[in-house]
């Protein structure tokens, strides 16, 4: 209590007096202060600040053209996508196309090839048809001719016999 007392006095005695030059003083100060602080560190502050207000600025702005370019890219890129995929459509239609028509024309050469191996060999039948049959007409005329020499032997004299030989050579001469 002794403590609390003497302060309460002490504050009496002159500490809770009025003294206007010193609140003069420390509002001049103040102001001054205040002069100081905006013109050295509220200016150059604000400089900062507006800078890096136009720096953010910029980069959205960036950002924004990059995103834009970059959509405007991935159209183009889908446009490209859709135009690849429609050349490769075409050309494998096409490839299909060909290779029908290869296969067409490959079909008809082998028929074309098979009518003309027929032919020949109908032709070659024919050819050694005719040979057998010249051959048969060789070999039945030579046997005619054996036959009815032993007959006409027995009957012809050698004479006759020679000029029946040289009639039939020239018939079978003529027949050629």
Do not use: C
Request: aromatic share 4%.
């Amino acid at each position: 209590m002794l403590t609390s007392g003497y302060v309460l006095g002490a504050a009496a005695e002159g500490g809770l007096h009025f003294n206007g030059g010193d609140i003069i003083f420390q509002l001049v100060m103040f102001i001054i202060l205040l002069a100081l602080v905006k013109k050295f560190a509220w200016g150059p502050l604000m400089g900062i600040m507006k800078e890096r207000e136009q720096l953010i600025a910029n980069e959205i702005s960036a950002a924004e053209a990059s995103r834009a370019e970059a959509g405007k890219l991935l159209e183009e890129q889908r446009e490209l996508l859709k135009t690849s995929r429609t050349e490769a459509g075409q050309l494998i239609e096409n490839a299909k196309k060909q290779g029908e028509a290869q296969r067409e024309d490959i079909i008809s050469a082998a028929r074309a090839e098979a009518e003309r191996l027929k032919e020949s060999a109908k032709r070659e039948i024919v050819q050694e048809k005719e040979k057998a049959v010249a051959a048969l007409r060789d070999q039945v005329s030579s046997l005619s001719v054996l036959i009815a020499s032993k007959v006409i032997e027995k009957e012809l004299s050698e004479a006759d016999q020679e000029k029946l030989i040289n009639e039939y050579l020239q018939e079978a001469g003529e027949e050629r």
